[in-house]
C-alpha cells in the first residue's frame, strides 16, 4: 500500500490541530498516511497574547508538540501552490508533493500606506512584539505611547501598557470598540477612563515620525512609539488557490472545511471562512482555529480513506476582552451581550490564555485525545 501524503502549511493553532488530527484519523482507520506540516518557524506562537509584557516566551517548540505523533517538519517558507500538480514549493527547501492539502499559514496585519509607516511598531508576530517589547522597556516610564486601532488587539494592548505609559488610543470611528458592538461599550469605556487612556476618536494618522504622529486634524502628539493594531488579512498564499473569498482574503469553506472547486485542497484558521451556524462566518481567533483546524485534518486523511467525515461545529461564540488593571469582560453570542466583567472575567480570560490554549506538550495520547474534542470547552476539560 503506497504511503499519501498530507501536508498542512502553517505552524499556528490551526494548523497544529489539523495536523494532529490527521494523524488520529489515520490511526483509528488503519491508514499509511505520512502527515508534514511547513511552517517558516519553528514553535507554535501564542499569537492571542503577544499584547502582553515578555512576548518572546509567548511560543512552544512544535516538535515537542507533534513530534510524539509522528508529524514530520519542514522549516520553510512556502513559496507556490500548484494544486493541479498537487505540490507545495519552498524557498530552499524540498517539493512536497500532496494527496491532500490543507492551508493554515494564518493572517497578518494590514499595513497602512501612509508618510512614515516605517516608523510604526505591531504586535502582529513574534519578532515583531519582542521588538516593540524591547524599545518599550528603553523608554522613560512617563512618554506617551499611542496605539492606533480601538479595536480588539488595540483594547488589550492599551489597557495592558497603562500602568506603565501615558496612552493615547485613536481609532477613525466615531467609538471604541465599534467592531464588537454596543454590549461590551459600557464597560470598556469605564476601563479606559480608570486607566487614564485619552482617546482620539473619529480621526485617522497622516503621517509619523521617529519623534511625533500627526492627526487627520492637524493634532501633532510628541511619541516614539506608534503601534499600529488596524485590521487583518488571510495569509496571501490564498491568491493561489482559484476559490471564493471574503473581505478579508479568505477562502469560503464547506462544512467540512474543503475549498469548493479546488480538488483536495483545505482551509482552516485564518485562511478560511467557515459558516459557524445561521450563516455567522467565523472569526479570526484561536476560539475558531482550533475546531476548523481538527475538522479539516480529520477529513483530509478519512476523505482518503473512505471514513465517515467530521462537519464543522463549533462551541456557541463567546469573548474574553482583556483590560488590563481594570480587569475584562465577557460576552456571549454574535451581539455580544455582556454576561459579567471585571475580576471574575479577568481571572477566566488568564485561565484562557495561559492553559485552554496551549496544546499538549511530550504528551502523544492526550494530544490525540484533544484532537478528537471539536469544542474547545471540552478539549480543555471544562
Not at 484519523?25 to 502527515?35: D, K, N
Not at 516610564?141 to 496612552?167: I, N, Q
Not at 496544546?359 to 478528537?372: F, M, S
Amino acid at each position: 500500500m503506497r504511503t499519501k501524503n498530507v501536508v498542512v502549511i502553517g505552524g499556528g493553532f490551526a494548523g497544529v490541530w489539523s495536523a494532529a488530527s490527521a494523524v488520529r484519523a489515520a490511526r483509528a482507520l488503519g491508514e499509511q498516511v505520512r502527515v508534514t506540516l511547513v511552517s517558516v518557524g519553528d514553535d507554535l506562537v501564542i499569537r492571542p497574547r503577544l499584547y502582553e509584557r515578555d512576548p518572546a516566551r509567548m511560543r512552544v517548540p512544535l516538535d515537542r508538540i507533534l513530534g510524539p505523533v509522528g508529524v514530520e517538519r519542514v522549516a520553510a517558507t512556502v513559496r507556490h501552490i500548484d494544486w493541479q500538480r498537487r505540490e507545495v514549493e519552498t524557498e530552499g527547501g524540498p517539493t512536497l508533493p500532496y494527496d491532500k492539502l490543507v492551508l493554515a499559514a494564518g493572517s497578518q496585519v494590514v499595513r497602512p500606506e501612509l508618510e512614515g509607516a516605517e516608523h510604526l511598531f505591531d504586535v502582529d508576530t513574534l519578532a515583531a512584539a519582542t521588538a516593540l517589547d524591547d524599545h518599550l522597556r528603553e523608554l522613560p516610564a512617563g512618554e506617551k505611547v499611542v496605539v492606533v486601532g480601538a479595536g480588539f488587539t488595540g483594547l488589550e494592548l492599551a489597557t495592558e501598557l497603562a500602568p506603565r505609559f501615558p496612552v493615547v488610543l485613536v481609532d477613525r470611528s466615531e467609538v471604541v470598540g465599534a467592531a464588537l458592538g454596543e454590549g461590551p461599550r459600557g464597560p470598556i469605556e469605564q476601563a479606559l477612563d480608570e486607566l487614564g487612556i485619552e482617546r482620539r476618536l473619529g480621526v485617522t494618522v497622516e503621517t509619523v515620525s521617529p519623534y511625533e504622529v500627526r492627526l487627520s486634524t492637524g493634532e501633532a502628539i510628541p511619541t516614539r512609539t506608534v503601534v499600529w493594531t488596524v485590521g487583518t488579512v488571510a495569509n496571501p498564499l490564498t491568491a493561489q488557490i482559484p476559490g471564493a473569498r471574503d473581505r478579508l482574503g479568505r477562502l469560503l469553506v464547506d462544512e467540512f472545511m474543503r475549498v469548493p472547486g479546488v480538488p483536495d485542497v483545505y482551509a482552516a484558521g485564518d485562511m478560511a471562512a467557515a459558516d459557524t451556524g445561521g450563516g455567522q462566518l467565523s472569526m479570526q481567533s484561536c476560539q475558531h482555529a482550533q475546531p476548523m483546524g481538527k475538522c479539516a485534518g480529520w477529513n483530509a486523511v478519512t476523505d482518503l480513506a473512505g471514513g465517515p467525515a467530521m462537519s464543522f461545529a463549533p462551541d456557541p461564540y463567546s469573548n474574553h476582552l482583556d483590560l488590563g488593571p481594570a480587569g475584562a469582560v465577557a460576552t456571549v453570542g454574535w451581539d455580544r451581550t455582556v454576561s459579567h466583567a471585571g475580576e471574575r472575567a479577568k481571572a477566566e480570560k488568564q485561565v484562557i490564555n495561559t492553559k485552554f490554549i496551549y496544546p499538549p506538550v511530550d504528551a502523544p495520547e492526550a494530544l490525540l485525545l484533544r484532537a478528537g474534542r471539536q469544542s474547545n470547552r471540552q478539549s480543555a476539560g471544562v
